[in-house]
């Protein structure tokens, strides 16, 4: 049996600008001790920075090889937090408050819920793992990016949403009636 290992992420400072936050993943977090997880690279607006410029970080000292046996909590949110969950192939990630644009995009697996709303293409090219939204959710969940051939979008996974969704919901992707369960609004 794999026991979960947890990390907490409290934010502390929130960024004025988009904010690619890629690393906030356990793909990322696998193998790390604390402190290479708090030093892992953000992008806020065109500036480099960590983690721990937003972030009060806490869990055990190294974290587990197994992707499937780590857990994040990022406690507080605002739509400026970008790409969280970013090509995730397994683990939790748990978001209690909103997020930016491209949460869980290209992502293969495990688990990612947020308690918030989000913003643009929430699990674009997504091609398995679970995404659960009890909030709101901007355009083109589940879709290929603007410009792209069709079929590029969802190939799999589940997108639940208990709420309202923008326009061009799962456009360019492969759709199945059991990949995307409308919940809300």
């Excluded at 406690?75 to 939790?92: A, F, N, P, R």
């Excluded at 997020?99 to 992502?107: L, S």
């Excluded at 996974?157 to 995307?180: E, L």
């Amino acid at each position: 049996m794999v026991t979960s290992m947890s990390f907490i992420l409290r934010l502390r400072s929130k960024p004025t600008v988009l904010t690619d936050l890629r690393n906030i993943s356990p793909d990322k977090f696998a193998g790390r001790m604390l402190n290479e997880i708090r030093s892992l690279s953000a992008v806020e607006g065109g500036r480099a920075v960590s983690l721990d410029t937003f972030f009060d970080i806490d869990g055990p000292s190294r974290a587990p090889q197994e992707v499937g046996s780590i857990e994040i909590t990022v406690e507080g949110g605002t739509d400026k937090l970008c790409y969280i969950g970013y090509k995730m192939t397994g683990g939790k990630i748990v978001i209690k408050g909103s997020t930016g644009h491209f949460t869980g995009y290209k992502m293969k697996g495990g688990t990612i819920v947020i308690y918030g709303d989000t913003r643009n293409y929430l699990g674009a090219k997504m091609a398995g793992g679970t995404i659960e939204v009890f909030g709101n959710v901007g355009h083109r969940i589940g879709s290929k990016l603007h410009g792209e051939k069709p079929g590029k979008g969802m190939k799999g996974g589940t997108i639940m949403v208990h709420g309202n969704a923008g326009a061009d919901v799962g456009w360019g992707g492969i759709w199945r009636h059991y990949y995307y369960r409308w919940i809300g609004g």
